[in-house]
C-alpha cells in the first residue's frame, strides 16, 4: 500500500470480502439467532465497504463509484488481506476469523477517527463502534467454543492453528498510509490473549506468514468468490432495482 | 404550505414505525434557503449498513413535496456518528410502548458493552435475559422476560 486510495481500498475490501463471505451463512448458521447474528454482522461490513470504496473512488478520481470498484475490478485489483477470503469452514473457523479481523479493525477503526483525513475519521467513528459489537461476540463464541467440549475445543484450536498465520498480513508496517498498519498491533495482542487463554487456546508459533493480499495477490479462493459476487451485475449491466 | 422542518420531522422510520426519524436522533438539519426555496435535509444512520436509508430519503422528499417544497436534497453525514443517547424521551416511550425495550445509556464505544437490566417493556419487570444478541433489524437484539414470559426487542445501547 502506498497513499491514501492505495490504503482505502485495501480496507474497503477487506470490509466488503468479509462481508460476502459471511452473507454465505445466511439459512445455514447453526441456530436461528446466530445466523441473525452473522447477516447483521455482514450487514454492517457492507456498509463500511460501501462508504471506504465510495471515498476511494473519490480519491482517485478516475470516475469510479462503489460499484464500479466492488462489481468490475478481477482478482489482481483487489487488495483485500488473505484472511477475510478464506472459505468460512466449519463455525469455529468462522469465529475465530472474525475474532482476528475485529480486533484488527477496532484499533484500525479507532485510529482512523483520530487521523487527519476527515472523511477517513468519519468513517473509522462510526464503524469502530460496531466492530466493537462484533469482536464481543466472535470473542464469546470463541471462550464458548475453545473451553467446551472435547470436540468444540479440538476445532476451534484446529481453527486457530489453520488461520493464526494470516493474520500476520494485517500489520505489515506501511508508514506512508494515513494509519500505519505496524501501530496496531499493541491493540490487537491486548485483546487477543486474554481470549485465547480464557478459551484454553495455545497460540500458534510464528512460522508461515503468507501475505501479497494488498499487492494483488490472492489465493485461488479470491476469484471464485468474486465471480459469485459479481456475475448478476456484470451480466446486467447498470441495472438498477 | 407547512414549514419544511415540521413536515420532515413527521416522516415515520420504515423499520420502526412507532417513531419519527426526529425523535430515532438520525434527523441533523433542515435548511431552506429563503431566497430559492430549495430545502436541504441532513441525516445520519444508525448503522453504517442500515438497509433503511434509501427509503428514508424517499420518504422525506415525498413528505416535502406534499408540504410544498419540491426543490429538496438529501444530504447523509457521518460525524458525529449517532449514537441512541440521540433518541428523544418522547421516542423511547413511543419504543417501550410498542414493546421495544428503549437503550440504556451507551458505553465509549471502545469497550466491551457492559449488559445492564433490561427492563420487559410488557410488564416492567428487570428480570429479563438476552435470547440473541442480533434482531429483527441491525440496531437491535432478542430478549425474552423471565417474569412474563414475553419476549421483545431491545433497542442496543451505541
Known amino acids: 500500500m502506498n497513499g491514501p486510495f492505495d490504503f482505502t481500498l485495501a480496507l474497503g475490501d477487506d470490509a466488503l470480502v468479509a462481508a460476502q463471505r459471511l452473507g454465505e451463512w445466511a439459512t445455514r448458521a447453526p441456530e436461528m439467532e446466530e445466523d441473525i447474528a452473522l447477516a447483521?454482522?455482514?450487514?454492517?461490513q457492507l456498509g463500511a465497504a460501501r462508504l471506504l470504496l465510495s471515498y476511494a473512488g473519490e480519491l482517485e478520481g478516475a470516475g469510479r463509484d462503489e460499484d464500479a470498484l466492488a462489481y468490475l475490478r478481477d482478482d489482481r485489483e483487489f487488495r483485500n488481506c488473505l484472511l477475510v477470503e478464506l472459505p468460512n469452514g466449519d463455525f469455529a473457523v468462522t469465529m475465530v476469523k472474525l475474532l482476528l479481523l475485529?480486533?484488527?479493525q477496532v484499533p484500525l477503526y479507532t485510529a482512523l477517527a483520530g487521523c487527519p483525513d476527515e472523511r477517513l475519521a468519519a468513517i473509522g467513528a462510526k464503524a469502530r463502534k460496531e466492530s466493537a459489537y462484533h469482536l464481543d461476540h466472535s470473542a464469546l463464541w470463541v471462550k464458548r467454543l475453545g473451553d467446551g467440549t472435547d470436540e468444540s475445543h479440538r476445532r476451534a484450536q484446529a481453527a486457530l492453528d489453520q488461520l493464526w498465520p494470516y493474520h500476520h498480513e494485517l500489520f505489515a508496517a506501511d508508514p506512508a498510509a494515513p494509519v500505519d498498519p505496524?501501530?496496531?498491533?499493541?491493540?490487537?495482542?491486548?485483546?487477543?490473549?486474554?481470549?485465547?487463554?480464557?478459551?484454553?487456546?495455545t497460540r500458534p508459533e510464528t512460522g508461515w506468514t503468507p501475505g501479497g493480499g494488498r499487492d494483488g495477490v490472492h489465493t485461488e479462493h479470491l476469484s471464485f468468490?468474486?465471480?459469485?459476487?459479481?456475475v448478476l451485475h456484470r451480466a446486467h449491466p447498470g441495472a438498477r432495482w | 404550505m407547512t414549514d419544511p422542518r415540521t413536515a420532515?420531522?413527521?416522516?415515520?422510520?420504515p423499520e420502526i414505525r412507532v417513531i419519527t426519524i426526529?425523535?430515532?436522533?438520525?434527523?441533523?438539519?433542515?435548511?431552506?434557503?429563503p431566497a430559492t426555496g430549495r430545502v436541504v435535509v441532513t441525516i445520519t444512520p444508525t448503522y453504517t449498513g442500515c438497509p433503511a436509508m434509501d427509503v428514508i430519503r424517499t420518504d422525506i422528499?415525498?413528505?416535502?413535496?406534499?408540504a410544498g417544497h419540491p426543490d429538496a436534497e438529501v444530504r447523509t453525514v457521518y460525524t458525529p456518528a449517532w449514537s441512541t443517547d440521540w433518541i428523544s424521551a418522547a421516542g423511547r416511550a413511543k419504543l417501550a410502548a410498542a414493546g421495544i425495550a428503549p437503550p440504556g445509556p451507551r458505553g465509549d464505544g471502545t469497550a466491551v458493552p457492559v449488559t445492564l437490566a433490561v427492563r420487559c417493556p410488557r410488564?416492567?419487570?428487570?428480570e429479563t435475559e438476552q435470547v440473541s444478541r442480533f434482531g429483527s433489524t441491525a440496531c437491535k437484539a432478542l430478549w425474552r422476560c423471565r417474569s412474563c414470559s414475553e419476549p421483545f426487542d431491545h433497542l442496543k445501547a451505541l
Open chain 1, 182 to 201: 505496524a501501530t496496531l498491533r499493541a491493540g490487537f495482542d491486548a485483546v487477543v490473549q486474554p481470549v485465547l487463554a480464557e478459551a484454553t487456546l
Open chain 2, 22 to 33: 426526529d425523535e430515532l436522533g438520525i434527523l441533523r438539519a433542515v435548511d431552506e434557503d
Open chain 2, 61 to 66: 422528499r415525498r413528505a416535502l413535496t406534499v
Open chain 2, 8 to 13: 420532515v420531522a413527521a416522516v415515520v422510520d
Open chain 1, 40 to 44: 447483521n454482522i455482514a450487514l454492517d
Open chain 2, 123 to 126: 410488564c416492567g419487570s428487570p
Open chain 1, 102 to 104: 475485529s480486533a484488527y
Open chain 1, 225 to 230: 468468490l468474486l465471480a459469485e459476487m459479481q
